[in-house]
């Protein structure tokens, strides 16, 4: 069956006027706020393929949250968040990087990544409603987060993994993206097989499987970028 409907992008604020085959619409989003229809969904027949190409999934569902609410997200969380530098302790020497960060949880699961350790704080609501969301879109629970502000383009994250032991194995990490859009990247680890994607404002994205397995990822810095991104990432800790 056909339809021709008016669309809105939530990412441009255009609008196009389309025919398309209903199968192959998917309504998303939270119904309380605007429904959409991401031109992406039209168009592409797979709109939810795994990105990798072996080893592990990568799933990227685009801005799935309206402009306007992703912008009051990334307002509330910049301001409210209690944001601290990370630190990163590398072949005995102690780094502390402009990059802020805050680890959130159901308890105050104590994380250790790059040498250091973090006990996490109490969920802030946001990030507890975007938790909800996450969980809806990908279809995995998750009970802690670790948030990071990036103030522009010249703060990044290194090549690595998420492998860390307390983390449970082969688990699904979901990121929230708002605020600047950035290009995420991974590498395979023996391939060395490269795969992009631009983090757009209000997105999702998963991984999961065998991915931390056998690829790395990084957010590259980048001078194009002059605004602040922030990224809520969700895993689940193991005590
Ligand atoms: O900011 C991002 O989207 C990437 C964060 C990341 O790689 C991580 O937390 O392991």
Not at 101 to 118: A, I, N
Not at 154 to 165: L, Q, T
Not at 188 to 197: E, F, M, P
Request: hydrophobic content about 35%.
């Amino acid at each position: 069956m056909a339809l021709a409907l008016c669309v809105e992008s939530p990412s441009s604020k255009s609008e196009s006027f389309c025919e398309f085959d209903v199968q192959r619409v998917t309504w998303r989003g939270d119904p309380s706020f605007f429904a959409y229809l991401s031109l992406m969904d039209l168009f592409n027949p797979n709109p939810h393929a795994n990105l990798l190409p072996q080893d592990g999934e990568v799933i990227y569902y685009g801005p799935i949250i309206p402009v306007n609410r992703a912008t009051a997200y990334f307002e509330d969380l910049f301001q409210n968040l209690p944001w601290k530098a990370d630190e990163a302790i590398l072949h005995g020497k102690h780094y502390v990087t402009d990059r802020k960060v805050v680890l959130m949880g159901d308890r105050p699961f104590v994380y250790r990544y790059s040498g250091v350790t973090k006990t996490a704080l109490p969920w802030a609501e946001p990030v507890l409603e975007l938790k909800q969301l996450a969980e809806k879109t990908t279809g995995h629970t998750y009970n802690s987060c670790l948030a990071n502000l990036y103030h522009n383009g010249s703060e990044s994250m290194a090549w690595h993994s998420d492998g860390e032991r307390n983390l449970q194995k082969d688990g699904a990490i979901a990121s929230v993206s708002l605020g600047a859009e950035r290009k995420f990247s991974f590498k395979h680890k023996d391939t060395q097989a490269k795969v992009d994607v631009l983090l757009q404002h209000g997105s999702i994205l998963v991984m999961k499987g065998t991915c931390q397995t056998h690829w790395l990822h990084r957010l590259p810095p980048t001078k194009k970028v002059q605004r602040p991104r922030i990224s809520l990432t969700f895993r689940t800790i193991v005590e």
